[in-house]
């Protein structure tokens, strides 16, 4: 009884810890975006001359070197024209969280700048550290920025969006690559797992997300607590999204799909706009046209009763 007693206050403590560190964070993620920005120039500005020092630390051998006026100007010219640099690129536009390739692109640009920045600075005001300098600070100082935001963005991802409703993706191809991007940027959904029929990618991580095996679906579903399964296969026949459902409808989950393939590509549908089941999909074939006759003679004015093993999958849906 102790023991347990024990678990429980330790793993109470834990929440408590993860719930004051989450707090200001969201808050800070929350604030105005000028704040934000002002908050990464002022700590780019910190990096840059930690980075020289450490440049210089390194080009020595660990050895003192006495740094003398002309080394103080040349960072002081090299914070300065470097941070109107970073500005002039547009630095500091890229949302964090999402930032992508062309943010990193931007983010070398301006080291590369700043490193030639601090080079000539260097040559102009005389200054006495080796002219290998720049080289070494330049890689120091692309880690320190570029190493910064990919710590904050990992951290948003992993921690702070864990707060959503757990998500299979069933189908790791294009579509479903596709569809974790687009709820990347949403606190509603956090995607735990794809699930696949193909050998080539099972096993593999995507974005951080492991693809497991469809056979596995079951455990994930218990391990993880999931609560919604969607669908990324827009290209598939009706008869094998049947299957599928009816593999889903064991599991009490919520499915919902991306649009077929017709619609993608014509235009009239994108991959993030998630749909609920078709009848069409429950059918397992394409749908025939009503008889308006036999309609009229057989069930108008006539209460009816619907049955079959996908109602209760039907029915999670709409109550949750």
């Not at 002022?42 to 080394?71: E, K, N, T």
């Not at 974005?207 to 056979?215: A, E, M, P, Q, T």
Request: with cysteine.
């Amino acid at each position: 009884m102790g023991l347990k007693n024990n678990k429980f206050s330790r793993k109470r403590q834990a929440v408590k810890w993860r719930r004051s560190v989450r707090q200001p964070i969201e808050t800070l993620f929350s604030s105005p975006r000028y704040w934000k920005q002002s908050i990464l120039l002022a700590l780019d500005l910190c990096f840059i001359p930690v980075a020289m020092w450490l440049a210089v630390l390194i080009r020595w051998g660990g050895g003192s070197y006495q740094f003398h006026a002309s080394d103080f100007i040349t960072l002081i010219l090299t914070m300065v024209f470097s941070s109107a640099v970073f500005l002039r690129l547009g630095l500091y536009r890229a949302v964090i969280r999402f930032m992508g390739q062309q943010a990193i692109l931007t983010i070398i640009q301006g080291v590369t700048v700043s490193a030639v920045i601090m080079a000539i600075a260097g040559f102009l005001t005389r200054s006495e550290i080796p002219r290998s300098t720049p080289l070494i600070y330049w890689a120091l100082v692309l880690l320190l920025i570029g190493g910064s935001r990919l710590i904050v963005r990992s951290f948003y991802h992993g921690v702070l969006r864990k707060s959503g409703d757990k998500v299979v993706i069933y189908g790791a191809g294009v579509s479903g690559r596709q569809l974790l991007n687009t709820l990347h940027p949403t606190k509603d959904f956090h995607p735990v797992a794809f699930v696949d029929d193909d050998p080539a990618l099972v096993g593999t991580v995507i974005n951080g997300i492991s693809v497991y095996h469809s056979d596995q679906l079951s455990s994930l579903a218990e391990e993880f607590s999931v609560s919604h399964v969607f669908l990324a296969m827009p290209s598939i026949t009706h008869l094998r999204r049947r299957e599928i459902i009816d593999e889903l409808e064991e599991l009490l989950v919520c499915v919902k799909t991306v649009p077929v393939f017709s619609d993608l590509m014509s235009g009239s549908a994108k991959v993030g706009q998630l749909q609920d089941i078709e009848l069409a999909d429950l059918l397992g074939r394409d749908p025939i046209p009503p008889d308006p006759e036999l309609i009229e003679q057989r069930i108008r004015n006539k209460v009816v009763m619907v049955t079959g093993p996908v109602v209760r999958l039907v029915l999670s849906c709409v109550v949750r």
